[in-house]
């Protein structure tokens, strides 16, 4: 434990069974992921809705019910909104490729407060976007703030933190200004990094959604901020002084807005669906006009450069607990690892390893990320540009950790299927396929040291996917290989 509810989590007080239930939708996104841990070190009960539970087995959240469900369909809303007391809403559809994020958002919304109104929840928790309603907001502020008013529909009250972006390891939005910093020594930008923004630390944000509990009575918008007003060319150029960095941005008129669309797109690991909405909401001002959430919790935002050097602080000591990219949606559901049968094509290396298996599976969780990838980094590199210039994914670098994996964690456009630590990793591809693709290491002791087999499962969907399989083979005869005798040179010299 720590002296704050909203700092890191290293221990957990036991659940008190006499507790309410509380339920969090999103317990695999950014903000839902840090949530979970602190109600537990809280002695909350907790209970989490989940699409895919699998992308919850690598989490260490001893007693948290995990139920299998979606905020969109009332079948599994019933189960497990049953014996809830509070429910925390923190799902959206941007990012997800859909085109009517909007309308999905606010559909789904309208399902939830429906569901919870029927199984007699006492209220909801919901974290919104900031913007003054009265003028003219961004398609994404606007979706946000539609959804807090979907959920109060049904009767039950709503508790709706609005908040403008959220400086923390791993958000989207920071993220963002992050790599357009680092990269870029010069820019020449649109003129909404002169628009007006109140940032607000992650751990600010967490601190409200956790002390909302103590309040049980209380309903309504609260907008939460910082300490600081800044427009984002002041945030990029505090975060280039925090890096020791000299920038200059030069903000100028753009006849084609969606072109900084596509810059980030190319520049940042943000892909293009999301890059969209949260670019387009950089023409809105976020700041808070009604600052009654500072007398009505306990909490004292931080200024933006103390949440700027928590950030980078976890940053380098690789302790970045959730990124917006774990929840990005995949593979359909119900798509999982069918083994080597008929019609499915494999490619298999193996190696004996002078090392012990620990240090096999190590080198083989450091794969992709900053560090790329030990053959053939160009053609992954060329397969991820081409993978986002058709919509997919692209190289997304939105890795957790550079070396622990877990199940649910991406891996540039690859996604955690199966961790069993120091023996397999299971990586299912998210890029654009003719079918579906998985890449796996095994490791096991083999006499003095280990042996390592790697293979490369395609199961095609017709004849596209088959051509598919065939066109790539001279491209895997280099870079398999390559792969699998860079692993086991890393593990013996215990990199």
Partial sequence: MTDSASGPITGAVLMDPGRPLVLVTGATGYIGGRLVPRLLAAGHRVRCLARNPERLEGRNWPGVEVVKGDVSDPVTLAPALEGVHQAYYLVHAMGDNSADFREKDLRQARIFALACAKAGVRRILYLGGLGDPGSKRSRHLASRQEVGEALA?????????????????????????????????????????????????????????????????????????????????????????????????????????????????????????????????????????????????????????????????????????????????????????????????????????????????????ALGGEAGWPAGNWLWQLRGGLDRLTGGVGMRRGRRHPRNLRVGDPVDFWRVETVEPGHLLRLRAEMKLPGHAWLQFQVRPEGPGSRLEQTAFFEPHGLAGLLYWYSVLPFHRFIFPGMVRALKHQAEAGV
């Fill in 153 to 365: 529909s049904a009767g039950v009250p709503v508790v709706e933190f609005r908040a403008a972006v959220i400086v923390g390891s791993g958000s989207a939005s920071f993220e963002m200004l992050r790599h357009l910093t680092e990269r870029l020594p010069v820019m020449v930008t649109p003129r909404w990094v002169n628009t007006r923004c109140q940032p607000i630390g992650i751990r600010d944000v967490l601190a409200y959604l956790l002390e909302a509990l103590e309040h049980p009575d209380l309903a309504g918008i609260f907008e939460i901020g910082g300490r600081d007003i800044l427009d984002y060319r002041d945030m990029m150029l505090a975060y280039a002084e925090a890096r020791d960095l000299r920038r200059i941005i030069i903000p100028m008129d753009v006849p084609f807005p969606r072109l900084s669309i596509l810059w980030v797109d190319l520049v940042t690991p943000i892909p293009k669906a999301l890059a969209g909405p949260l670019v387009d909401g950089m023409t809105t001002e976020v700041v808070v006009r009604d600052p009654k959430a500072l007398s009505a919790f306990r909490v004292r935002p931080m200024a933006y450069r103390e949440a700027l050097a928590l950030a980078l602080q976890r940053l380098d000591e690789d302790a970045v607990e959730t990124t917006w990219a774990t929840s990005l949606a995949g593979e359909p559901e119900g798509r999982a690892f069918v083994g080597a049968h008929e019609g499915m094509l494999l490619e298999r290396h193996h190696r004996h390893v002078k090392a012990p298996p620990e240090a096999v599976f190590r080198a083989c969780c």
